[in-house]
């Protein structure tokens, strides 16, 4: 059996398996939404659900966490791709 890899949620501190999350990257040509999950620089996950986006907006978490400005625009990409699937 392969083991799923967990990462740890900014929002809500819970681990979920690595597919049920956002991963937002910092590369040296600006923040972006890394859906395949392999793009290099420094990542953090959010839980994929609109609650999780709207709260990681609200307190900023994302930009502390990377320690750079997040446009509007990374968030509205998040909002979009779950009204996709």
Excluded: W
């Amino acid at each position: 059996m392969k083991k799923i890899p967990m990462r740890r949620c900014l929002v809500s501190n819970q681990s979920y398996p690595k597919e049920e999350l956002f991963r937002v990257v910092s590369t040296q040509d600006g923040v972006i939404l890394d859906i395949s999950g392999k793009v290099n620089g420094r990542g953090a996950y959010i839980h994929r659900d609109e609650e999780s986006i709207q709260k990681a907006k609200k307190t900023k978490c994302l930009e502390k966490a990377l320690g750079v400005q997040i446009n509007d625009d990374v968030y509205e990409r998040m909002n979009n791709f779950l009204k996709m699937k």
